[in-house]
């Protein structure tokens, strides 16, 4: 129907960064050179997958999880908690993650256990790959003494050296900040050959394991070296991050020009996969597909992605762009101010690799990025289209956030995971949904997720976050290029008064006061984390007045103060005074809704 089910698309799991690539392309290439150092014939082979497919199964059964249980030290799962089957999977053993593992996955103050029986015909191997937090643990026979014990967050791999007969597991998950999936997974080394009866079709990591094992049925094996390499190369393709794909349908849909856009009208013959004439045309030995469109948006010869995308670039930059709709390089756009500019961080941005990085740092070094944005009385510009003044302008909602969390010391830099619900307002889903709706009640997050970067602030387009919207965050109905830029009194009264904002308040109150001891220092250190630079004389003895005045009144009035410090759910780590912390917390919060804090200029 209209596709609005909760599936996931096709997805591959990859590195999540560039050192994790690099790390396991070095795994790869080490594993590589042992693999090739077998003396492998084509009978080698045959022999190899013989023995595979002649194993004994070996079977798990009787799956048991509980409930979510508190984090407490030497607990044990009790019968009553537990329940039939792994969290409604269709199969066990398995990996929960996204809306399904929700009300499953433990948090940092929960765990959970899982239990079960496994049968092995033969003395074997059976690895277990595990997920969890620090502290989770796998326990063998009922001995309340763990095998192994984990001391990472990341997956890891669990070798079960287990006898002929039954064994019972138990394995305790605990969660830690940013979880959001449960991983127990079971294999055996033979079965990826014994299911692919094709030594070649092997994954490496399989190929050295079985190469180094002792039931290896070869007069060779390798040594422990590529035992621990494949443990190398599993751990961390257990740290890969999954990603969405985009795949081609086995056969491709016919798709016809319709009449007035009646699908039921088609017009002429079908057409066929293709671009617009008048940007060129794909190369002749291109695939027409998604592959072949990518590869020639990002060709030399294209005249617009890396234009477009530089010009975007810029705007984010110097607040707008060398063309001023950004949106329409049409003959309805405007033509850029700097034509040859932008041709040369078009060209320059292909030639060196579309280097990002290196494309924003060259640009915050110019000269005109670092000038000043005082007004210029010798150049007739008012639009500043020229760029002969630094632009200034507000930062985005994001921006805002994200600036004052890490002033703060609060801002949490976990990446990936779900979208988090921080503070917002009650009843504000509820208002606009409707009466059959899974989100109409908004369930807010808790702990470090709360702090995240704004990236992940969960979006609801029919009620977006009213701190986001309140700083012309765009509402997302639609693809926005340029954002405009208002200015309220709800906006002041948002940050000087809003849950979030206070605890940021708070947080750099606690930093400012550890830094110095004179009012003073304090001040300009508080200015050195808002604005890199020191406080002027004018702006030292405004903030100088204020935090007299807030003493004053908080030492007059210390229920005022602690009411204010109870505010949110950040923990206060200061051992100063309620009456101190309070008053330069007022004083941080002013100062963080203040132009120091929010303009770029």
């Not at 605990?174 to 092997?202: M, P, T």
């Not at 004439?277 to 948006?297: D, E, Q, S, Y």
Request: charged fraction near 25%; charge should be neutral.
């Amino acid at each position: 129907m209209d596709r609005n089910a909760y599936e996931y698309g096709p997805t591959i799991k990859v590195p999540k960064d560039q050192a994790a690539w690099q790390r396991w392309q070095n795994l790869k290439t080490e594993a590589d050179r042992l693999i090739a150092t077998a003396p492998l014939t084509e009978q080698d082979r045959e022999t190899l997958v013989e023995f595979a497919a002649s194993r004994k199964g070996w079977k798990s059964e009787n799956w048991r999880m509980t409930k979510l249980l508190p984090l407490t030290p030497g607990s044990v799962p009790d019968k009553a908690d537990a329940k039939a089957g792994w969290a409604d999977l269709k199969s066990v053993p398995g990996v929960l993650v996204g809306r399904a593992a929700r009300g499953k996955a433990p948090n940092a103050k929960q765990q959970v256990f899982v239990s079960f029986d496994l049968t092995v015909p033969e003395n074997q191997t059976i690895e277990l790959t595990l997920g969890g937090g620090p502290g989770s643990h796998v326990i063998l026979n009922q001995e309340n003494v763990p095998v192994f014990e984990k001391t990472t967050a990341a997956d890891v791999v669990v070798p079960l050296q287990l006898s002929v007969g039954m064994h019972s597991v138990t394995v305790a998950i605990k969660g830690f900040d940013g979880n959001a999936q449960l991983r127990l997974q079971l294999d055996h080394l033979w079965d990826a050959l014994g299911k692919e009866k094709n030594w070649d079709a092997c994954q490496q990591t399989d190929q050295l394991r079985m190469l180094a094992s002792d039931s290896n049925p070869l007069a060779f094996r390798l040594d422990d070296r590529a035992k621990q390499l494949a443990l190398d190369l599993i751990n961390c393709e257990a740290q890969f991050t999954t990603t969405l794909v985009a795949e081609e349908l086995p056969k491709p849909r016919e798709t016809f020009v319709l009449s007035r856009g009646e699908y039921n009208l088609p017009v002429g013959d079908a057409v066929e996969p293709g671009t617009l004439t008048v940007m060129g045309t794909l190369p002749g030995n291109a695939p027409k597909n998604r592959m072949g469109l990518a590869r020639w948006l990002t060709s030399a010869e294209h005249p617009l992605v890396s234009r477009v995308f530089m010009n975007r670039v810029w705007q984010r930059v110097f607040g707008h762009g060398l063309v001023r709709t950004p949106e329409d390089f049409g003959l309805q756009g405007e033509q850029p101010t700097h034509p040859e500019l932008l041709d040369w961080l078009a060209v320059d941005f292909q030639e060196t690799g579309w280097d990002l990085k290196r494309m924003l740092r060259a640009m915050v070094m110019t000269k005109a990025f670092r000038q000043s944005s005082a007004w210029r009385k010798d150049v007739d510009d008012p639009e500043n289209r020229f760029f002969a003044r630094a632009s200034s302008y507000r930062l985005d909602a994001e921006m805002l956030r994200d600036m004052g969390l890490w002033a703060s010391g609060l801002l949490d830099g976990h990446m990936g995971g779900e979208g988090v619900k921080p503070y917002q307002p009650p009843g504000m889903w509820l208002a606009l949904a409707h009466p059959g709706s899974n989100t109409k009640n908004y369930v807010r997050d808790q702990g470090r997720s709360l702090y995240r970067r704004s990236l992940y602030v969960y979006w609801k387009r029919t009620s977006p976050h009213p701190m986001m919207t309140l700083f012309d965050a765009p509402d997302r109905e639609s693809s926005c290029v340029r954002r405009s830029r208002t200015n309220t009194p709800l906006q002041s009264l948002g940050m000087l008064n809003e849950t979030q904002r206070i605890e940021m308040g708070r947080g750099l109150a606690a930093r400012v006061l550890e830094s110095a001891e004179s009012d003073s220092d304090r001040i300009n250190y508080l200015f050195e984390l808002l604005a890199c630079r020191d406080a002027s004389e004018q702006e030292q003895k405004a903030c100088a007045t204020l935090i007299s005045q807030l003493r004053d009144r908080y030492g007059k009035n210390p229920n005022d103060a602690a009411s204010l410090l109870a505010i949110g759910e950040a923990e206060i780590t200061s051992e100063l005074s309620p009456v101190v912390l309070a008053a330069w917390a007022q004083l941080a919060t002013t100062v963080l809704a203040s132009d120091v804090a929010i303009l770029l200029y």
